[in-house]
């Protein structure tokens, strides 16, 4: 009983996240006139007030819930990170400012957003084999329902059979695998893991556990959309409606590297008092690093020649991954704070860019990059921001986009010359993407086109989004200080017993 | 004596099936099938190792909650590709083709 008391007081972020999951689905089952507008209420009060226990979280530290799950600095940096994305996506991408949307049911999809901000919080946390295989199916499964949103729309319903059949054989085979390391350790708790690891295992084994590292992989590469397990990810963010794109590109890819690092530097790596280091059988940093270089090379190469704006996000997306997982990779202090760092950039300079492309398939019912030209003239401030956003991806100095790479590269750098090729790789790659960002600027403020379309008309409350955006992408750099320090308390990992 | 490396034969040929069938059946229902082999050739490791090998019962526990996740995904999947009958009339995969780039 006394365990019991002591997780749930523990657990009211994810308490307050279902009883309002419940609630949206009664209240928007009930008929009641004015449903919808509560279910947004709703939806937006429960996760203010998630994250408000979520931050009270701060410096609590332990496992809980039987050792199923763990309350840890980092883990409630990621509890903030991930209920705050969505609490911005609840805020921001309404039914009114979504031409796609319009005349769907809405109690589902607050439903449906508040089952993935529960399930991304339990992943993010998790710390056993069984708790994290069923928070990662639950996070995919409500997702693959979000993507079919429009269902009489086919972009939808096709891009929704792809993820959920890449999703159900990827986490299939991650489920293998982590089958295969339950027989291994003979335990399916992560910190059990690690102390079978750590103790060294016989030769013959050591085949065993490359397989296993390689089918865990599979999973965690499908949840943040890393080379070979992309594939979904293009279609995906093409066919669903904008809003659920958008919250797709940023929580579930967050809660997915949270799982990643848990995973590694719990289970796979050591720190005896000093710094990391990788258990001897097997060298993980190495293929996260390949995995890494794939990734960041296909997603840019491959949006080079894009003209959907989805889709060039989207391979945008799977190339930011690449940098993310450059954190991963450094196995330190520094490369998990460049984790967390590039994140909190990410969701806001991704976010921004996605508004800014709803608002305008709003006024002109096109997400097609060759409609784009003239947008300077017609919409100077929605430009403006959007170049704000364009420039933070790309990695310019005085944007947020820039600490995220700054953090990741230095956490590289700071590895030694054998990691080198590694940051030079890195960087050829931020000058690619610097090309295909500056080509959509280029089309909006200088290509002539669409002198007969009218001028742009976007109600006061997205314009304030946007400019909320655009600062949220510069202001922060004004209290580095602060954030610094904020990220460097939150590093600590639950070493576990 | 039937022991552990016969279970861990059957459900790795029952893994490489399911990826096979994945990979050549037109039909989404067939897919769906590959995915339940997938899913049922992990059941049979966590049983059989906790059976023969961890001496606990964390397996047999993962194994009930593995059931259930399929039970789920299948539901939703199925839905997906009625949706996509209705759609199309047809439960062929290469004809979902409209996305691509």
Known sequence: ???????????HPEVVLTAALLLVVLVDSSGVRFRNVVNQVLTVAALAAALVFSIRLTGSSGETWSGLLVV???????????????????????????????????????ALLLAVTLSNLLL??????????????????????????????????????????????????????????????????????????????????????????FLVLAGFGFKTATVPFHFWCPDVYEGAPTPVTAFLSVAPKAAGFAIMTRFFFQ??????????????????????MLVSVATMTVGNVAALTQTNMKRLLAYSSIAHAGYIMMGVVALSEDGARALQIYLLAYVFMNLGAFLVVTLIHNQDGTFDLRDYPGMYRRAPLLTLAMAVFLLSLMGIPPLIGF????????????????????AVVGAVNAAIAAYYYARVLKTMIIDAGNETRPAF????????????????????????????GWTRQSLVLFAGR | MIGLQHY?????????????????????????????????????????FSRYGTGNLQGQLFAVFVIVIAAAEVAVALAIVLTLYRLRHTPNLDEADILRG
């Not at chain 1, 600490?403 to 590694?422: D, L, R, T």
């Not at chain 1, 989004?465 to 510069?474: D, G, H, K, R, S």
């Not at chain 2, 059957?10 to 069938?21: E, K, P, Y």
Request: proline residues 3%; charged residues 10%.
């Open chain 1, 457 to 484: 008309r976007i109600p006061a409350v997205d314009m304030a989004w946007v400019l909320f955006f655009a600062a949220a992408n510069v202001v922060p750099l004004l209290f580095w200080g602060a954030i610094d």
């Open chain 1, 403 to 422: 600490m995220g790479k700054f953090y990741v590269f230095a956490a590289i750098i700071e590895k030694g010359p054998s990691y080198g090729w590694y």
């Open chain 2, 8 to 48: 861990l034969l059957v459900s790795a040929a029952l893994f490489s099936l399911g990826i096979l069938g994945v990979l050549t059946r037109r039909n989404a229902v067939n897919v769906l099938m590959g995915v339940e082999l997938i899913l049922n050739s992990a059941n049979i490791n966590l049983v059989a």
């Open chain 1, 267 to 288: 289970g796979f790596s050591t720190q005896a008092g000093g710094p990391w280091g990788h258990v001897a059988a097997i060298d993980w940093p190495r293929v996260l």
């Open chain 1, 124 to 213: 993010a946390a998790s710390n056993d084999l069984a708790m994290l295989y069923l928070s990662l199916e639950m996070v995919s499964i409500t997702s693959y329902v979000m993507v079919a949103y429009m269902k009489g729309d086919r972009m939808s319903n096709e891009a929704s059979l792809k993820y959920v059949l890449f999703g159900a054989v990827s986490t299939g085979a991650m489920l293998y695998g982590l089958s295969l390391l339950y027989g291994l350790a003979g335990t399916t708790s992560l910190p059990g893991i690690r102390a079978f690891l750590a103790a060294g295992i016989s030769d013959a084994n050591l085949f065993a556990v490359y397989a296993i590292a």
């Open chain 1, 1 to 11: 009983m006394q365990e019991v008391a002591h997780s749930l007081s523990r657990f």
């Open chain 1, 72 to 110: 840890d600095p980092l883990g409630v940096f990621f509890k903030m990170l991930l209920v705050g994305a969505s609490l911005l996506v609840a805020l921001v991408f309404t039914f009114r400012n979504s031409r796609e949307l319009q005349g769907l049911g809405q109690g589902e999809f607050y």
